[in-house]
């Protein structure tokens, strides 16, 4: 069962939570909320108060994460993956750079381009991924009121932006892992119900449902009709505004991946995530995402988040001394 350390604090767990999945960061400010409460006694200011703090969550600093995708499929052999993650702030919002590692790699050559060490991946069998080692995929990632994503691999001009049509495949082969995944826009979707009080996890929650905006056709013709549009179930802790679990619902009504937050550790004073859980529930395939190593309160150079510096390889800058 998932529970909270006695000196577990909101203020800290926000900070590093959002620090670990990146890409759960939100902006502050956005639209106008449009809540419905459906359960007598939950006023539909307290669901609007606890969204509020969701978008208006920050971190000090710049950081740069090392991290696992555990492929652990319901048939077949597990894989490992790794991956970085360097996070900062823009006008816009929280704005994220992932390289995603796909499989082993030759050890570094004399007089490569130095740049952040990947994390070894254990991929049936095969060695540590060196330094020399390209990313498979490296995306950036923009959250806010307007998320935006660009990919960019090797051969590639320049990055592309990821459409919205491709926000749900994965981001590498048998991964249970998308781009909406990463950006959870649904924090911003304002059509939604407060549904009030349940329990997840062993903890008392706040409920929401989320239902994904009507698109207009755009000039390919895509649109999406209210019978398409999907929706997400949110659950928060009470007491820490904490997000627990969310749910995909199709449009059908059927969920269709779980994500669930599993372990958090210690990390300079401060409280962070640790792991999540990303499951399909139609395969029952899942990929776990764990951090294995972070480092806060560096100062990253801008151009580390720009789509035309995508290629070129990151190097870290010494941490900022308090």
């Known amino acids: 069962m998932f529970r909270f350390s006695r000196s577990f604090s909101p203020a800290g767990f926000w900070r590093a939570f959002w620090c670990a999945w990146v890409l759960a960061f939100v ?8 809540s419905h409460a459906v359960e007598a006694g939950w006023p539909e200011r307290e669901g609007e108060e606890v969204l509020r703090e969701l978008r208006s969550a920050a971190i000090d600093g710049d950081y740069h994460l ?3 995708l555990k492929v652990l499929p319901r048939r077949g052999k597990a894989r490992v993956l790794s991956g970085e993650l360097w996070g900062s702030r823009n006008a816009e919002g929280p704005v994220s750079r992932v390289a995603l590692y796909d499989g082993a790699a030759p050890r570094a050559q004399a007089g490569a381009a130095p740049r952040a060490p990947a994390l070894a991946a254990e991929v049936e069998g095969a060695g540590a991924v060196s330094a020399a080692k390209p990313p498979a995929r490296t995306l950036l990632i923009q959250n806010g009121v307007a998320p935006r994503i660009w990919v960019y691999e090797a051969g590639m001009a320049s990055a592309e932006p990821l459409p919205e049509s491709e926000w749900h495949a994965p981001l590498l082969a048998d991964a249970e892992i998308s781009a909406f995944d990463l950006l959870m826009p649904y924090l911003y979707w304002e059509d939604f119900d407060f549904e009030g009080g349940d ?19 755009d000039a390919s013709g895509a ?4 019978s398409e549009r999907l929706s997400v179930r949110a659950y928060f802790d009470q007491q820490f505004h904490a997000l627990l679990q969310s749910k995909l619902i199709g449009p059908d009504g059927a969920v269709t991946k779980t994500l669930t937050v599993r372990d958090l550790q210690k990390k300079s004073g ?8 990303l499951r399909n529930e139609r395969t029952r395939d899942k990929t776990r995402f764990e951090v294995r190593e972070a480092e806060l309160g560096l100062a990253l150079e801008p151009w580390i988040f720009k789509p ?6 990151v190097t870290l800058p010494e941490p900022k001394r308090p």
Do not use: N
């Open 66 to 68: 090392r991290f696992e």
């Open 270 to 277: 401060q409280w962070m995530l640790k792991s999540i859980d």
């Open 308 to 313: 035309e510096w995508l290629g070129e390889p």
């Open 199 to 217: 329990k997840v996890l062993g903890r008392a929650a706040y409920r929401f449902l989320f239902r994904e905006p009507v698109r207009a056709e």
């Open 223 to 226: 649109g999406t009709s209210p």
């Open 27 to 34: 902006s502050a400010g956005g639209g106008a909320i449009c």
